[in-house]
Each structure stands twice: as C-alpha cells, then as structure tokens.
C-alpha cells in the first residue's frame, strides 16, 4: 500500500474511505475535493479493484495526498471494509471515486459539528445531485432525522455522511449487500441505539452517470430490500406509499431553498459554468420522467 500522512495539526483525524474501480474519468475530481480540505488532519484511503482504465495512473500522479491500494476485490462493500481497516480516524466518511465533496469546508464544518454535538455518531447533510459533467441535477434535501421514517425511505445519502469509529465493528459493512449496503448500515446502527443528526449545509454531490449501479442492476436493489425487510422493521409495503410521497415532495419544496447555498459557495467539484440553469424548475416543477435525457 502506498502511504500518505496528513495528520498533523489540531483535532480528531479522519479517515476518507474511497472504494474504486475503473472510473478515472470522476476519480481525480474525488481525490482533488479530498485534497483541498481546510481542516488539517485527514487520512484519504483509496481500495482500487484492479483498474486498468487509467485509474492507477491518477492515484500515482495524486502523491502524498492518498493512501491507496490497487488489487483484485469482491465488490464496492469489500473495498469499503479494506479501506476501513487500513484507516485508524477517530472520525469515518465514505465517498464514492465517482462522487466529490460539495466545497473544501466540509469536514472542517463537519469535525465542528461533531465536536459540538459529542452525543452524536452519525452526521449527515444535504446532497446535490449531478450529471456526469457536474451540471445539478437536484438538491437533495436531507430532514432532521426520524427512525420512523428512514425505515420507510432511505433518507440519507451515503456520500454525504460522516460516522464515529466508535459505532462501527469491523467489517464495517455487511458484504451480502452489493446494492443498499449503506441503508443497510443506517439501518443496524439506528436499531443498535446510535444517535444521528443533521447538519443543515449541502455536504456532498452525488454523480448520476451512466455505469453507476442504480442504473444498472434494479433486480439486485429489490432483492437487498427483501433482505432488509427480513432483518429489520422496514415499511416498504403500499401502505407507507403515501409517506414516501409526502417526504418526497417534502424534499424537492425544502430542496428549494437550498439553490442559494450552491451559488455562496466556492465548489470543489468540476462543474459547467452555467450550474444552476433550469435546476429550479426540474427541483419544484418537472418530474423525473421530463427532464432532458442528460439529467436522468
């Protein structure tokens, strides 16, 4: 493994875990929002699976910045494991090669939040949702958290969220999950008595393109979902549809408000220059199924 060390100054580190496999293309836009964060003590371990896209090459070019390995693994749930043990932050993120943090305060916002909250084991933030060139797509608002309700919609997006080591055993995730082992995770820790909370800023962009895996293998996420609603109290029937649908138009009004956030902020993530156009139209006015083939 090639070793960075990042982790003088002040304060908690921690550790960025980042699974990754042949996605160059969004890898050096991760590595790059890792790397611009302002709070000086941060480990940023990247798993690769093998890549022979280019991506081992971005890694080396990445220097002292990243811890990384490139070897053969079995899924994104075993590089995220790998990467989890060879971390020692007292603080946790995980962040996809495809996805970036929003801005290079985020985990200074975020150490702040914890420090602030000591209770608290998991925090979470709003995520902006965006194309594979980083135009928005939508803001994803996230709501302060209910138990109730994130057993019947995953609230909480992955990319976006920061955990302490103490409520994590190792492995860190259940590998029989290869679609929703992050709600799968949200899940066990809420039924294991971990606190979560929210910090109201956008923390995270999650990137919609073409190979991710919520475009390509539905049969696998309604599979884990059987899974998830033989282990715990989950309320995925008809008859919580109607609470599904006011949390979602819940989040796209909310999600609302958040445009000002994205055009205060100096981002830390490729964009095109004209970021914000009709984004406020798809997030209060446009289903899905009509926006332009790019945002889909």
């Not at 293309?25 to 302002?38: F, I, K, M, P, Y």
């Not at 797509?137 to 019947?152: K, M, N, S, V």
């Not at 029989?176 to 992050?182: L, P």
């Not at 059987?226 to 796209?252: H, I, N, S």
Request: glycine fraction near 8%; charge should be negative.
């Amino acid at each position: 493994m090639r070793r960075a060390d990042r982790s003088g100054g002040e304060g908690p580190l921690v550790s960025i875990l980042t699974p990754s496999y042949n996605q160059a293309e969004w890898l050096g836009d991760n590595l790059r929002s890792v790397a611009c964060q302002t709070y000086p003590r941060i480990e940023h371990v990247v798993m690769d699976g093998g890549s022979d896209d280019g991506s081992v090459e971005v890694l080396e070019a990445a220097g002292d910045s990243v811890t990384w390995r490139s070897e053969p693994d079995e899924g994104q749930a075993d590089a995220i494991n790998k990467a989890f043990a060879a971390s020692t932050g007292e603080i946790i993120g995980w962040i996809n090669s495809d996805d970036a943090y929003f801005d290079c305060e985020v985990v200074a916002d975020v150490v702040a939040f914890f420090e602030a909250h000591p209770e608290a084991d998991v925090v979470y933030g709003h995520c902006a949702q965006t194309t594979a060139e980083g135009a928005l797509i939508q803001l994803l608002w996230a709501p302060r958290f209910d138990g109730e309700l994130l057993r019947t919609t995953n609230v909480i997006s992955q990319p976006a969220t920061f955990l302490r080591r103490r409520v994590l055993g190792e492995p860190m995730l259940d590998a029989s999950f290869h679609f929703t082992m992050d709600y799968e995770l949200w899940l066990r820790l809420e039924a294991a008595g971990a606190r979560f909370a929210r910090i109201d800023r956008i923390t995270a962009i999650d990137r919609h393109q073409a190979a991710r895996k919520s475009s390509n293998i539905l049969d696998v996420h309604e599979a884990n979902l059987a899974l998830l609603a033989g282990r715990y109290d989950t309320r995925f029937g008809p008859e919580y549809q109607a609470a599904r649908t006011r949390f979602y138009l819940t989040q796209r009004v909310a999600g609302a408000r958040l445009v000002g956030e994205v055009r205060r902020r100096p981002l830390a993530f490729s964009h095109p220059r004209d970021l914000t156009r009709g984004l406020l139209r798809r997030q209060l006015l446009t289903r899905r199924s009509k926006w332009a083939e790019e945002y889909r």
